[in-house]
């Protein structure tokens, strides 16, 4: 089934407002690949859990 004209333009608003972050892991950074791999493992999605230590940082930077 084709997308409809105004499903297509929706979308497009949706990911206009949506911002992408890239992070690069170099070979020297295996602890940092095994801990996401772990996590991916338990069943926590990558975003969700980068997004969970940002907040976790926020949280505490303002003392809560």
């Known amino acids: 089934m084709a ?3 105004k ?3 929706a979308r497009a608003n949706y990911r206009a407002k ?3 972050l ?3 892991l170099y070979p020297s950074e ?3 690949k095994e801990r996401i791999a772990e996590r991916l493992a338990s069943g926590e999605a ?3 859990y980068i997004k969970r230590l940002i907040r976790e940082d926020i ?3 303002e003392g809560r």
């Open 59 to 61: 949280a505490r930077s």
């Open 46 to 48: 990558k975003s969700a």
């Open 18 to 20: 949506v911002e992408h």
């Open 7 to 9: 499903d297509r333009k």
């Open 3 to 5: 997308i409809k004209d």
């Open 30 to 32: 295996a602890d940092i």
């Open 22 to 24: 890239r992070v690069e």
